[in-house]
């Protein structure tokens, strides 16, 4: 990070990581109760925060090259759609929940790639959230750290996210992904196979109508679940639902809530059984896994697009590909590949060069690893 503090500054200056995540399976599952498998992956958001007396926070992106001020005591905060509400949600989001934020300097700059579906919002509001928490003198509770970055933004910046995303920037694990319960916020940690890698393919692309479309999806969940509970004692999400159930009491829900339904329910259960094969350490069903779930996505959930469709494709023509799907939110950004340690290489020049020549478009490559989650990394210069 670009040293921008004047010496006595400087030694009060310190910095929080947080990282973006990958979703190995398990999407469109958080916001329904269920569960999901992310990583905390090697690129992140950093925040170096000094104090300042008064009741600023001033806040200098090294990415936009921008600088934004605004006041602690401003009776109505209110969204700007511009970069600054992540860190701007998440202060309002900690006073409301009682914390008295200090004023302070923050510099945020970060390599996760933006709107890739890689959580560059989560990474900025979790390395945000921790800096202001630590640095205002409060210990920081993981789990309410991550719901309340949450919460900046479900109310004020207005996406109506689901939890996993600031949970695995809060709790992610080198070398480990999470398997998150999102109803009870229980996870635990899977070893990932040593002999594979996982491998991020992002399309370059992102669909304007990833925001709105999110939101909608939510919404005809929650019209399913209205429907299903009137007929299912005891179901509270679709969390609550088997597919069972769903072929018993939902064949007279419109075609559309029905597939929604559909994949929400199997997804879950992919996920249970993908964490299974991965304890047994048995790729193949992992990948297997991995494939249903795209095709899902794809067809009952209507979350993905061409370029992700075709990006899927040319992963499976490989050699040494287990699986391969879209992650995150979809309508763009990237998919998610398991494969042989021993092909990556191979894989890397080929699916760049075979999507280049069908897109024109360039896309990146990332063979990534799963990180730890959110902590201070102040370097030693600091007297
Ligand atoms: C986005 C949201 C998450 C989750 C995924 C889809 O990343 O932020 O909460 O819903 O989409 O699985």
Redesign the pocket.
Known sequence: MRDTFPAQQRAETRIYRAPGRV?LI??????NDGF?MPAAIDFSTLVAISPRDDRTISVFSDNFREQVSFDLDDPAPQPKRHWSDYVRGVVVSLQQAGYEVRGSKLQVTGDVPIGS?L?SS?AIEVATGYALLERSGFDVDRIELATLCQRAENEFVGMR?????QFVSCHGEKGRALLLDCRSLKYKTLALANETRLVICNTMVKHELAAGE?NKRRSECEQGVRYLSQRLLGARALRDVTSADLESHGRDLPDVIYRRCRHVINENARVLAAADALERGDNRDFGQLMDESHRSLRDDYEVSCEELDLMVELAKDLAGVYGARMT??GFGGCTVNLVADDAVEEFKDQIARSYENKTGITPAIYVCSAAQGAQEVTPEFRS
């Open positions: 979703n398990g999407e469109h599952t958080d916001y999901v579906g959580s989560a996210c689901g939890i996993m995303d999110y995150g939110g």
